[in-house]
C-alpha cells in the first residue's frame, strides 16, 4: 500500500476529503438537513427550560404559590418530553437513508476493485481493502449520522446560548466567553495530532486484517509446519502496536476532554462566584442568576462534545481518504497500447503504439462471426516489465509467437522464466510494455475486455474456486446460459465424474476456496470452466499438475478432442503434457529460445532435452560431466576416477 503524508492543514484538508461523499449523500440530503433542523430544535428546546426555570424561582417560588409551581414543572416535563421526542425523531429519520448510504459506497467499492488491474491487486494488500469496505465505511456512516448533523447543531446551540446569556447579564456572559480563544487553540492542534494518528490506526486495523485473512487461509500451512505460534507471535505484535496507537489516539481524547471540561467549569464558577455576589448586592434577580447558570450548564454538553466530534469526523476524513484512494486507482479500461486494429497478415510488421484509434465493437463483432483472416494466435515483439518492479529486466522481452488457428502451442521454460506471465497477457490480465497481441489479426486491445474474455478461456496452476455449487462454478466459463448437457460435456473432458458422486451432484457447495475437494479434484473443475464456454482460445497454465498420471492420460485424450477446435496455449513441465501440443515453444531468457515439434528440440536444443529429462544439472551437460561437477563441488576429486 502506498504512503501517505500527513495533511498540511487538518481541518481543511478533512473537510476537501469529506465534500467527497457529497455524491453519496445528495439523494440522501432533504431527510438529512430535516433531520438536523429537528436536532437544532431539539437543542434549543433544551434551551428554554432554563428560561421556565427562571420563571418559576422569580414568579411561583417568590410569590409562595404551589399552583404556579406545579404548573411550572408540568411545564418542564412536557417541554424534556418534546426534546427527547424530536431526537427520537431525528434518529428515525436518518437510519435508514444512512444504511442505504453506505451499502452504495460499499457496492461502488466492490464493484471497482474487481475492475482493478491485476497490478493494483498484487500491490494491495487484502486486509487493506477489507477494512476499508467494512471499519471505514461504518465510520462514516456513523460520521453522517452524529458528527456531522451535531457539529452545526452544538454550534448553533451554543450561538442562541451565548446570545441568551449575553442577553440576561452581559458582564457574567463575557466572562463564559473568555475560555473561547484558548480552546480553539488546544482544538486546532488536537486536530492536527488526531488527523496522523487516526489514519496510522486506521492503516494498522488493514495490516492486522491482512495477517488474519493469511492465516485462516494458510492454516494448513501453518499447522503442517508447525508455525502457529510464530504466526500468533506476528500477530500479537502488530495488534500490540494497533493497541499503543488507540492508547496515544485516547490520551490525545482525554488531554482535550480535560481542557474542554475544566475550562467552561471555570469560567461557570467565576461566572457563578461574580453572580452571587451581584445577587447579594441587589443588582441581580436570584432567578436570573439560576436561569443564567442553568444556561450555562445546558451549554455544557454541547461544548464538552466538541473534542470527540471532532476526533470522529478526523477519523472519518481519513476514512474518505483511504476509500478514495482505491476507488481513484484507475481500472482495466484504458489501454496503454493503442494499437490498430485492422488484421495482420502472417509476416507483417508489428504496428507501433498510437497508430490509429481503438473501435470497440467491429473487431469482436467480426471473430465472433469468424474472421476471413484466420491468424490465430499471435504475439508479435511483445516486451513486459511488471509495474511494480520497473527497473528489473524485463520478464519478456522482445517475444514473438505464432500459434496458428486449431494449433495447440505448448510453452515450456526453465522456473520463474516467464511463462505464467506471458499466458496472463492474453486476457489481459496484465499489459503488455510494448508490443502487441492479436486474434486472428485482431489487436486485442482494439476489443472490450468483456469481448476479449468471451473469446479467451483460462485455467491456472492454482484452481480457485468459489463458495458456491460445482455446477456455478463451471457455468462461471459461460459468458452466456448454456445447457445443462454443456455442463455434462465440460465435466466429461476434464474426467470430472466424481462430481456425480458427491452428495448433491452438481448441486454440491464446495467450501471457501473449494477446501473441502482434493487439488487434482479442483484442478479438474477449474479445467472444465475453461472448456465449458466452448472458447475459440485457450490458455491453460498447467493445467494438470495435480494429476495422478492415469487421470492425466484420461483428461489429455478428452482435451485432444476439444483442442481440435481451438487454438489453445498450453503451459507445460512433464513430457506428458506437452504431447497435447502440436507444437512447443522454448521461453528462456525472456525470449522464445526455439520452436518445434516435441521430438525436435529434443533432438536439437539441449536446454529443451534438459528441462524434460528431470535431472539436474546445468542444460546440455553429460551425465558423466554432471556428476563429476557435482562432486568436485561436493569435494570428492577421487569420484572422477571411479567413474
Ligand atoms: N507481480 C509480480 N511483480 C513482479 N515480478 C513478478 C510478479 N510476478 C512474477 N514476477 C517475476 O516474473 C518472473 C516470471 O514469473 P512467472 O510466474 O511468469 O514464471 P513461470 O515461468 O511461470 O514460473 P513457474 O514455472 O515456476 O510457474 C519471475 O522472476 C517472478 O519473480
Redesign the pocket.
Known amino acids: 500500500m502506498p504512503e501517505q503524508s500527513p495533511p498540511a492543514d487538518p481541518s481543511r484538508s478533512a473537510v476537501r476529503s469529506l465534500l467527497r461523499l457529497w455524491p453519496y449523500v445528495r439523494p440522501v440530503r432533504t431527510r438529512l438537513s430535516v433531520a438536523a433542523v429537528v436536532a437544532v430544535v431539539a437543542s434549543c428546546v433544551g434551551l428554554v427550560i432554563p428560561l421556565v426555570l427562571k420563571w418559576i424561582v422569580d414568579g411561583p417560588v417568590a410569590d409562595r404559590d404551589p399552583e404556579g409551581v406545579w404548573l411550572g414543572a408540568l411545564y418542564l416535563l412536557l417541554l424534556g418530553v418534546g426534546e427527547a421526542a424530536l431526537f427520537g425523531f431525528r434518529r428515525w429519520l436518518v437510519a435508514r437513508p444512512l444504511a442505504g448510504v453506505e451499502a452504495s459506497m460499499r457496492a461502488d467499492l466492490y464493484r471497482h476493485l474487481q475492475r482493478l488491474p491485476i497490478a493494483f491487486h498484487?500491490k494491495w494488500a487484502s486486509g487493506q481493502l477489507l477494512s476499508r469496505g467494512t471499519t471505514d465505511l461504518m465510520l462514516l456512516r456513523m460520521f453522517l449520522a452524529f458528527p456531522l448533523t451535531f457539529l452545526l447543531v452544538n454550534g448553533v446551540t451554543i450561538l442562541v446560548g451565548m446570545i441568551v446569556l449575553l442577553a440576561q447579564e452581559w458582564a457574567l456572559g463575557l466572562i463564559l466567553l473568555a475560555p473561547v480563544v484558548p480552546l480553539v487553540a488546544v482544538c486546532s492542534v488536537f486536530e492536527r495530532r488526531y488527523a496522523d494518528i487516526a489514519r496510522r490506526a486506521q492503516d494498522q486495523v488493514g495490516d492486522l486484517t491482512t495477517v488474519v485473512e493469511e492465516s485462516v487461509l494458510g492454516i494448513r500451512i501453518i499447522k503442517g509446519f508447525g508455525r502457529h505460534r510464530a504466526q500468533a507471535r506476528a500477530f500479537r505484535d502488530l495488534s500490540g502496536t494497533l493497541r499503543g496507537t488507540e492508547l496515544h489516539k485516547a490520551r490525545l481524547l482525554a488531554g482535550i476532554w480535560a481542557v474542554i471540561v475544566a475550562l467552561p467549569e471555570l469560567a461557570i464558577g467565576a461566572a457563578l462566584v461574580a453572580g452571587t455576589l451581584q445577587v447579594a448586592d441587589g443588582e441581580l434577580s436570584a432567578g436570573t442568576l439560576v436561569a443564567f447558570l442553568s444556561t450555562a450548564l445546558a451549554l455544557r454538553w454541547p461544548v464538552e462534545s466538541i473534542g470527540f466530534l471532532l476526533a470522529m469526523s478526523q477519523e472519518a476524513a481519513s476514512a474518505t481518504r483511504r476509500y478514495f484512494e482505491v476507488l481513484d486507482a484507475p481500472q482495466e479500461g484504458a489501454s496503454p497500447v493503442q494499437a490498430d486494429a485492422s488484421p495482420v497478415q502472417a509476416g507483417a510488421s508489428p504496428v507501433q503504439a498510437g497508430a490509429s484509434p481503438v473501435q470497440e465493437d467491429q473487431p469482436f463483432q467480426r471473430l465472433r462471426r469468424g474472421s476471413p483472416c484466420s491468424d490465430g494466435l499471435r504475439l508479435e515483439t511483445v516486451t513486459f516489465t511488471?509495474p511494480?518492479?520497473p527497473t528489473s529486466p524485463p520478464?519478456l522481452d522482445r517475444v514473438d509467437l505464432h500459434i496458428r488457428t486449431g494449433e495447440t502451442m505448448a510453452l515450456v521454460?526453465a522456473?520463474?522464466?516467464?511463462?505464467?506471465?506471458l499466458t496472463a497477457l492474453v486476457p489481459r490480465l496484465h499489459e503488455v510494455t510494448s508490443g502487441r497481441i492479436t486474434l486472428d489479426g485482431v489487436d486485442i486491445t482494439a476489443m472490450s475486455r468483456d469481448e476479449l474474455r468471451a473469446l479467451v478461456a483460462v485455467a491456472f496452476?492454482e484452481p480457485t474456486l468459489f463458495s458456491a455449487s460445482v455446477g456455478e462454478n463451471v457455468l462461471m466459463g459461460a459468458q452466456k446460459h448454456v445447457e445443462g448437457e454443456e455442463l455434462g460435456r465440460a465435466l466429461d473432458i476434464a474426467q470430472a465424474d466424481f462430481v456425480h458422486r458427491l452428495p448433491h451432484g452438481t448441486d454440491t457447495q464446495v467450501g471457501e476456496q473449494g477446501l473441502s475437494l482434493s487439488g487434482g479434484q479442483r484442478q479438474r473443475l477449474a479445467l472444465a470452466r475453461a472448456v465449458v464456454g466452448r472458447p475459440r482460445f485457450l490458455v491453460l497454465d498447467d493445467p494438470l499438475s495435480a494429476l495422478d498420471v492415469h487421470t492425466e492420460a484420461l483428461v489429455e485424450a478428452a482435451l485432444r478432442r476439444v483442442l481440435a477446435d481451438t487454438t489453445a496455449l498450453v503451459?507445460a513441465?512433464r513430457p506428458s503434457t506437452v504431447l497435447l501440443a502440436d507444437r512447443v515453444a522454448l521461453l528462456s531468457g525472456g525470449r522464445i529460445a526455439a520452436v518445434g515439434t516435441h521430438h525436435q528440440l529434443l533432438r536439437d536444443n539441449a536446454e529443451y532435452a534438459w528441462l524434460m529429462s528431470g535431472e539436474s544439472g546445468e542444460p546440455g551437460e553429460s551425465r558423466v560431466s554432471r556428476e563429476s561437477r557435482e562432486s568436485r563441488e561436493q569435494g570428492k576429486p577421487w569420484a572422477e576416477e571411479e567413474l
Do not use: L, P
Open positions: 498484487d511488471y511494480d518492479a520478464v521454460g522456473t520463474g522464466s516467464g511463462k505464467t506471465t496452476e503451459v513441465h
